[in-house]
């Protein structure tokens, strides 16, 4: 599978539902709290009417001014109380949508993933599922209470003048008074919550960006957790930011309506000297001014909802790509100084792959045996498929045709997480994630006690060096281990995978970094641990292969040969010009 297939925009309502299914209760809610608050303050006209047919009577007015007062504060409250709640919904829509994703994302099986840019797969999860918010919620909502605002007042007004109805609805829209004051709160609040969707961000993209050594350390839960908090914390300043819009909001309204009652006081005054019968003429207006609020929320649904449309698109196609289904597993502990698990063996047999239907086969029938134990050294010509043989072995990808067996299974009938808990994998540039020293030793196998991290830091030689650090372990190594050398970036990945107490470590050595020193060091390391259990190296120095048990000569997708290194340096010529020109001394 590849690029996802777009997603049909009728298809798009029905995903819009079940976005909106889990919270149904929470925007019926508000939708019927926002209805009544409409119908409060449509109330309000016929109050007003009343009051002042009260004054030209010169009857008393405390009565009708209570229920009028009461009128707009209920209404007002009422406003408030339904953004409020829908905001609520809206946010929870989002939280769950982004539970969701990210859940799959480091899932994603190896091919998918390959075919995807992880900027785009951020996107999804942070703006797109943004989108989501107005789409699910306020859109719908508004469009409906609009419609039936607009209908309820159009009604009020004809049943009022019928002749005025039709002059009324040519009329321009009455202009809304803007509350600069609650702007720069609501702002601050929406940052804040913008930078909490930043920091998700980053928190994915360190996990993303090194997803291969997440899977093969049976990462995937403890990273999604981590990045399952930033999207706590995003849905936290989400929600304080809807309590200053509703808070301010409302109170832009609230304001207004207190104007325009000012101006109420004033035509009471005319109607007590009797100059016109102005009641029904003052309800017209209040009518007329109570229907901006939903001409413009019907405006503004419609064009939520088309942006909404295209990001329910994009969050659907992420739902239909395939995932990996098996729950990773964590190794406890560390075997790496008295292993009680046997070395594994490794039979690749007949095997056949190619990345993709359109790409040329990468191997063109595999055929060898790794007994356990001992060191076996894979040396050949770039583009031979040395590393794609590890990238079966972790089953990152499946082959084409033929058998990868472990311990004589079928690797493709060993539950993912078993498998990858067997294998250690230390790749060729030894990625080291965003974090601590210590989170990046620890990947692999959370629960290693102290003395087992102490003994692999030595036996890495990585212990004076975290000794010279003032915040030893604790350390932070920068965005994909910016702030350690080469050499030690190499000597951490190979410290994490000893972590694992593996049966199997697949080891693609560097082809440099290392000083002499060290590299004598990890070379003592990787021979100790071979002893125990099977080590496979793609071996791109001399030292290497000289020390190897046995050596698998790759050429063109086959093994061409296998052997120690001296009986290939006698029978093999392109084990001899290897050994001459591309393995270094
Ligand atoms: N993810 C991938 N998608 C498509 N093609 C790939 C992918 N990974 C590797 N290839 C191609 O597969 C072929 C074999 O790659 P592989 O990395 O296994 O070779 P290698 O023997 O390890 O080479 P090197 O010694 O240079 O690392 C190469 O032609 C490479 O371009």
């Given at each position: 599978?590849?690029?996802?297939?777009?997603?049909?925009?009728?298809?798009?309502?029905?995903?819009?539902?079940?976005?909106?299914?889990?919270?149904?209760?929470?925007?019926?809610?508000?939708?019927?709290?926002?209805?009544?608050?409409?119908?409060?303050?449509?109330?309000?006209?016929?109050?007003?009417?009343?009051?002042?047919?009260?004054?030209?009577?010169?009857?008393?007015?405390?009565?009708?001014?209570?229920l009028?007062?009461?009128?707009?504060?209920?209404?007002?409250?009422?406003?408030?109380?339904?953004?409020?709640?829908?905001?609520?919904?809206?946010?929870?829509?989002?939280?769950?949508?982004?539970?969701?994703?990210?859940?799959?994302?480091?899932?994603?099986?190896?091919?998918?993933?390959?075919?995807?840019?992880?900027?785009?797969?951020?996107?999804?999860?942070?703006?797109?599922?943004?989108?989501?918010?107005?789409?699910?919620?306020?859109?719908?909502?508004?469009?409906?209470?609009?419609?039936?605002?607009?209908?309820?007042?159009?009604?009020?007004?004809?049943?009022?003048?019928?002749?005025?109805?039709?002059?009324?609805?040519g009329?321009?829209?009455?202009?809304?008074?803007?509350v600069?004051?609650?702007?720069?709160?609501?702002?601050?609040?929406?940052?804040?919550?913008?930078?909490?969707?930043?920091?998700?961000?980053?928190?994915?993209?360190?996990?993303?960006?090194?997803l291969?050594?997440?899977?093969?350390?049976?990462?995937?839960?403890?990273?999604?957790?981590?990045?399952?908090?930033?999207?706590?914390?995003?849905?936290?300043?989400?929600?304080?930011?809807?309590?200053?819009?509703?808070?301010?909001?409302?109170?832009?309204?609230?304001?207004?309506?207190?104007?325009?009652?000012?101006?109420?006081?004033?035509?009471?005054?005319?109607?007590?000297?009797?100059?016109?019968?102005?009641?029904?003429?003052?309800?017209?207006?209040?009518?007329?001014?109570?229907?901006?609020?939903?001409?413009?929320?019907?405006?503004?649904?419609?064009?939520?909802?088309?942006?909404?449309?295209?990001?329910?698109?994009?969050?659907?196609?992420?739902?239909?790509?395939?995932?990996?289904?098996?729950?990773?597993?964590?190794?406890?502990?560390?075997?790496?100084?008295?292993?009680?698990?046997?070395?594994?063996?490794?039979?690749?047999?007949?095997?056949?792959?190619?990345?993709?239907?359109?790409?040329?086969?990468?191997?063109?029938?595999?055929?060898?045996?790794?007994?356990?134990?001992?060191?076996?050294a894979?040396?050949?010509?770039?583009?031979?498929?040395?590393?794609?043989?590890?990238?079966?072995?972790?089953?990152?990808?499946?082959?084409?045709?033929?058998?990868?067996?472990?311990?004589?299974?079928?690797?493709?009938?060993?539950?993912?997480?078993?498998?990858?808990a067997?294998?250690?994998?230390?790749?060729?540039?030894?990625?080291?994630?965003?974090?601590?020293l210590?989170?990046?030793?620890?990947?692999?196998?959370?629960?290693?006690?102290?003395e087992?991290?102490?003994?692999?830091?030595?036996?890495?030689?990585?212990?004076?060096?975290?000794?010279?650090?003032?915040?030893?372990?604790?350390?932070?190594?920068?965005?994909?281990?910016?702030?350690?050398?080469?050499?030690?970036?190499?000597?951490?990945?190979?410290?994490?995978?000893?972590?694992r107490g593996?049966?199997?470590?697949?080891?693609?050595?560097?082809?440099?970094?290392?000083?002499a020193?060290?590299?004598?060091?990890?070379?003592?390391?990787?021979?100790?641990?071979?002893?125990?259990?099977?080590?496979?190296v793609?071996?791109?120095?001399?030292?290497?292969?000289t020390?190897?048990?046995?050596?698998?000569?790759?050429?063109?997708?086959?093994?061409?040969?296998?052997?120690?290194?001296?009986?290939?340096?006698?029978?093999?010529?392109?084990?001899?010009?290897?050994?001459?020109?591309?393995?270094?001394?």
């Amino acid at each position: 599978m590849t690029e996802p297939s777009p997603v049909p925009f009728r298809s798009t309502g029905r995903v819009l539902l079940a976005h909106m299914r889990p919270h149904r209760r929470r925007i019926a809610l508000g939708g019927l709290l926002g209805l009544a608050g409409a119908a409060a303050v449509l109330l309000q006209p016929l109050a007003a009417k009343e009051l002042i047919e009260d004054l030209s009577r010169h009857d008393r007015v405390a009565g009708t001014l209570a229920l009028l007062s009461g009128l707009v504060l209920l209404g007002a409250a009422l406003k408030a109380l339904s953004q409020y709640v829908l905001a609520y919904a809206a946010e929870s829509v989002v939280l769950r949508a982004r539970h969701r994703l990210i859940g799959r994302l480091l899932r994603l099986k190896m091919p998918v993933f390959e075919g995807m840019e992880p900027g785009d797969l951020l996107a999804r999860v942070t703006s797109d599922t943004t989108l989501l918010r107005q789409v699910t919620t306020q859109s719908v909502v508004s469009a409906a209470n609009g419609i039936l605002t607009i209908v309820g007042v159009l009604v009020m007004m004809g049943l009022l003048d019928p002749v005025l109805l039709c002059v009324s609805v040519g009329v321009t829209v009455l202009v809304s008074v803007v509350v600069t004051t609650a702007m720069p709160r609501i702002s601050r609040a929406t940052v804040r919550a913008q930078a909490s969707v930043g920091a998700m961000g980053a928190t994915l993209e360190r996990a993303l960006g090194a997803l291969r050594t997440v899977k093969a350390s049976g990462a995937e839960e403890r990273e999604t957790a981590a990045v399952r908090r930033a999207a706590d914390e995003a849905w936290r300043h989400g929600i304080q930011a809807a309590r200053w819009q509703a808070l301010m909001g409302t109170s832009a309204g609230l304001s207004v309506q207190l104007s325009f009652l000012s101006v109420l006081g004033a035509g009471g005054a005319r109607v007590a000297s009797g100059a016109i019968d102005v009641s029904t003429l003052v309800a017209f207006l209040l009518f007329l001014f109570y229907l901006t609020e939903p001409v413009s929320q019907l405006i503004q649904a419609t064009t939520q909802f088309q942006v909404g449309a295209a990001a329910v698109a994009r969050l659907r196609e992420v739902d239909l790509l395939e995932t990996e289904d098996d729950a990773p597993a964590v190794r406890r502990g560390t075997t790496t100084t008295a292993p009680t698990r046997p070395p594994a063996t490794v039979v690749f047999e007949k095997v056949v792959f190619r990345y993709r239907p359109d790409l040329p086969d990468v191997h063109r029938g595999v055929d060898f045996t790794v007994p356990g134990k001992g060191m076996t050294a894979v040396v050949g010509p770039s583009g031979a498929g040395k590393s794609t043989l590890f990238a079966l072995l972790e089953r990152f990808h499946e082959p084409t045709s033929g058998r990868v067996l472990l311990d004589g299974r079928d690797i493709l009938d060993i539950p993912l997480p078993e498998l990858r808990a067997d294998i250690g994998y230390i790749e060729q540039d030894a990625p080291v994630l965003s974090g601590s020293l210590r989170d990046n030793l620890l990947l692999a196998a959370p629960d290693v006690t102290d003395e087992e991290l102490h003994d692999v830091l030595v036996r890495t030689r990585l212990d004076a060096f975290v000794r010279s650090l003032p915040r030893g372990l604790d350390t932070h190594v920068g965005h994909r281990g910016a702030r350690l050398s080469g050499g030690e970036r190499q000597r951490v990945a190979i410290a994490r995978a000893l972590l694992r107490g593996p049966r199997l470590l697949l080891l693609d050595e560097a082809t440099s970094h290392l000083d002499a020193v060290n590299e004598q060091a990890l070379r003592d390391v990787i021979l100790e641990v071979a002893r125990q259990t099977t080590v496979l190296v793609i071996a791109h120095r001399l030292s290497t292969v000289t020390t190897a048990d046995r050596i698998v000569v790759m050429e063109s997708g086959r093994v061409r040969t296998t052997g120690t290194h001296e009986e290939l340096l006698v029978r093999d010529a392109l084990y001899r010009r290897l050994a001459a020109t591309q393995l270094l001394v």
